[in-house]
């Protein structure tokens, strides 16, 4: 049976890389498939320090915006991770399975860690892993990711197919479905995703920005002295990104919109992709603060989600404990 997982962290505001790359795909797959998971993932918002309150808050601000952008959970599973304890776990099991350097590689590790100015903890070293308990744990076919995150996947790959050669076949070996979107960058720096847990603020569009908040942001993004609207990402990655961005926001593809955009510059372009953003994201940004007024009932979704998820979770757990030699 088809099984659909996909995760992401209550690590802040939700941006427009998000949207595109991952939850626009997540309400059009709940339509399609019968079994579709979608988690918040608290534990791995934990891989950088968070004040517990603002972890709390952050879970059911999440809740809200997954609602608001069309997640439906009459037709998917959606919960909080740390809800259903197999993941954690499972996580250690998968582990065990897993060399160092392996993992030592990835981008997301070097890239965070840097950010930090640390040493980095031993849970931002190995959260891929617990990534690939996440999916295994219900023996997911399939996983909408953004761009990002296809290297992760790799690993869960591996893992299910280590596993399965070790204790018998018994994952099914997930397969990625990647968003149209390709990743977007931050409006600061071209070169990097845009992400919620970038510091610079300016860099990140988040769904609930005001109008003025657009504009400034989209003012401020870095392009290059070229006037003209062109799509080159490798030698105009500024203005590339807003290509990108509005073809995303209009549904038209980056051809249509360069085409669309003969003639015009790139300080005029930039109002034209605010004001699209603008009318996109305006009544979401309104269903989200109405939803963020009832907590109770994101309490509700969240525990029925759980409820759910560990029926599920502990039905394959037990096979696992078993093929372990737990029990
Ligand atoms: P953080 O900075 O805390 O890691 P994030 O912005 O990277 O936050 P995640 O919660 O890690 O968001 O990822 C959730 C989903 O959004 C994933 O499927 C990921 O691939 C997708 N995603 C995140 N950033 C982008 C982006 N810039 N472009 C396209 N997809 C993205
Ligand atoms: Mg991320």
Not at 74 to 91: D, I, R, Y
Not at 148 to 170: C, P, S, T, W
């Amino acid at each position: 049976m088809d099984r659909i997982f996909s995760g992401i962290q209550p690590t802040g505001k939700l941006h427009l890389g998000n949207y595109f790359g991952a939850i626009q795909n997540w309400v059009r797959l709940q339509e399609e498939y019968n079994s579709v998971l979608y988690s918040i993932v608290d534990l791995h918002a934990l891989t950088i320090p968070r004040e517990p309150a603002v972890l709390r808050q952050s879970v059911l601000d999440t809740t809200a915006t997954l609602l608001a952008c069309g997640i439906n959970p009459e037709k998917c599973l959606l919960f909080q991770q740390s809800q259903v304890p197999e993941h954690a776990e499972l996580g250690w099991i998968l582990g065990c399975l897993t060399s160092m350097p392996r993992i030592q590689s990835f981008p997301q590790w070097k890239v965070k860690n840097a950010s930090q100015n640390s040493e980095g903890t031993v849970g931002l070293f190995t959260y891929p892993v617990l990534q690939a308990a996440d999916i295994l744990l219900y023996k997911s076919t399939h996983v909408p990711v953004g761009e990002d995150q296809v290297l992760h996947l790799e690993l869960a790959r591996d893992i299910a197919q280590h596993f399965n050669k070790k204790y018998g076949n018994f994952f099914p070996v997930p397969k990625a479905i990647l968003s149209t979107t390709k990743k977007i960058k931050s409006l600061r720096d071209p070169t990097a995703k845009m992400s919620k847990s970038d510091p610079q603020k300016l860099g990140t569009l988040n769904i609930t920005d005001s109008p003025e908040e657009i504009v400034l942001k989209f003012r401020k993004a870095v392009t290059d002295f070229t006037s003209e609207v062109t799509y080159d990402p490798d030698s105009r990655p500024g203005v590339s990104n807003l290509v990108t961005i509005h073809a995303a926001v209009t549904g038209l593809s980056i051809k249509e919109v360069v085409h669309q955009c003969i003639g015009l510059d790139t300080a005029h372009y930039k109002g034209i992709v605010a004001e699209a953003v603008i009318q996109k994201f305006a009544p979401i940004g309104n269903e989200i603060k109405r939803l963020q007024e009832d907590k109770s009932h994101l309490e509700k979704v969240l525990q029925a989600g759980a409820e759910k998820a560990k029926e599920l979770a502990s039905l394959v757990y037990q096979e696992i404990r078993r093929l372990v030699g737990f029990q």
